[in-house]
């Protein structure tokens, strides 16, 4: 009986093991490594799990994933680093999907702008903002470079971050933060100067957000076009171009009308 047992138990973990992600890339550079990093989420915060893969060809393979479980790829690549980051929202309540409109996302940038006008950090940009006229998903850099008190910090260090925001509008007047979950890092660093001048990393939204489950384990993206990763912190649109990011803090005197 203790052998049956054991073997069901063996068995349902590799069923719960059992899923996969795939894609053909073309890359400008040489992929040296790949993961899938699993979004955990608990009562005490998101937090991420990596899961290594292989490069075989043009092919990024990563076996023996969880279902039930969201993934964003990490690609480390001679050039630098390529995240993906989950852009995606609920539907809005209308039957055709209603974009978000340049209005919504300067109610959403007054909010950040109040948020973080005594907060922590010193400068806050959004690098890239999606969704619909009732969710919205922003990615949010934020660095402080003034020295911080307590905390093990060295003197001369700063404190930078990537985070994930998510807002909601349901009743299409008053944007707010999602009450479920605000907000989860994506990247967060202690670094001196001389590191933060030499990050090269490039969010890609299509990379982000794979979501694996009982009637899709295991997933192909297809065929990606990899970013080229630049110097600096920067995100991509859907075909691989630059986003134009938004500076939030110092405040600007007025948003931009695109």
């Given at each position: 009986?203790?052998?049956?047992?054991?073997i069901?138990?063996l068995?349902?973990?590799a069923?719960?093991?059992?899923g996969?992600?795939?894609?053909?890339?073309?890359?400008?550079?040489?992929?040296n490594?790949?993961?899938?990093?699993?979004?955990?989420?608990?009562?005490?915060?998101v937090f991420?799990?990596?899961?290594?893969?292989?490069?075989d060809g043009d092919?990024i393979?990563?076996?023996?994933?969880?279902d039930?479980?969201?993934?964003d790829?990490?690609?480390e690549?001679?050039?630098?680093?390529i995240?993906?980051?989950?852009?995606?929202?609920p539907?809005?309540d209308y039957?055709?999907?209603?974009?978000?409109?340049?209005?919504g996302?300067?109610?959403?940038?007054?909010?950040?702008a109040a948020?973080?006008?005594k907060?922590y950090?010193d400068?806050?940009?959004?690098?890239d903002?999606q969704g619909?006229?009732?969710?919205a998903?922003?990615?949010v850099a934020?660095?402080?470079?003034?020295?911080?008190?307590?905390?093990?910090?060295?003197?001369g260090e700063?404190?930078?971050?990537?985070?994930?925001?998510q807002?909601e509008?349901?009743?299409?007047h008053?944007?707010?933060?999602?009450q479920?979950r605000?907000?989860?890092a994506l990247?967060?660093?202690?670094l001196?100067?001389?590191?933060?001048?030499?990050?090269?990393i490039?969010f890609?939204?299509?990379?982000?957000?794979?979501?694996?489950?009982a009637?899709?384990a295991k997933?192909?993206?297809?065929?990606?076009?990899l970013?080229?990763?630049?110097?600096?912190?920067?995100?991509?649109n859907?075909?691989g171009?630059?986003?134009?990011?938004i500076?939030?803090?110092?405040?600007?005197?007025?948003?931009?009308?695109?």
């Amino acid at each position: 009986m203790k052998t049956l047992a054991l073997i069901m138990s063996l068995a349902l973990a590799a069923a719960a093991s059992a899923g996969g992600i795939r894609a053909t890339v073309q890359s400008p550079s040489k992929i040296n490594s790949i993961a899938a990093i699993q979004r955990q989420y608990t009562d005490e915060g998101v937090f991420g799990k990596s899961f290594p893969g292989r490069v075989d060809g043009d092919q990024i393979i990563i076996d023996n994933l969880p279902d039930g479980a969201t993934y964003d790829l990490h690609i480390e690549t001679e050039q630098g680093t390529i995240e993906g980051w989950d852009a995606q929202v609920p539907r809005s309540d209308y039957e055709q999907e209603q974009p978000l409109s340049i209005e919504g996302k300067h109610a959403i940038f007054d909010k950040l702008a109040a948020y973080f006008e005594k907060h922590y950090p010193d400068d806050v940009v959004v690098l890239d903002i999606q969704g619909n006229i009732q969710n919205a998903a922003l990615l949010v850099a934020q660095l402080r470079r003034r020295d911080s008190v307590g905390g093990g910090f060295k003197p001369g260090e700063w404190a930078w971050r990537v985070d994930r925001f998510q807002y909601e509008n349901p009743q299409e007047h008053n944007w707010a933060p999602y009450q479920e979950r605000p907000f989860y890092a994506l990247e967060r660093r202690r670094l001196f100067e001389k590191d933060y001048a030499a990050l090269r990393i490039t969010f890609d939204r299509r990379l982000g957000g794979i979501r694996l489950d009982a009637d899709h384990a295991k997933r192909d993206l297809g065929i990606i076009q990899l970013p080229v990763v630049e110097a600096g912190v920067h995100a991509v649109n859907a075909e691989g171009s630059p986003t134009k990011p938004i500076i939030v803090k110092p405040r600007p005197e007025r948003w931009p009308q695109e």
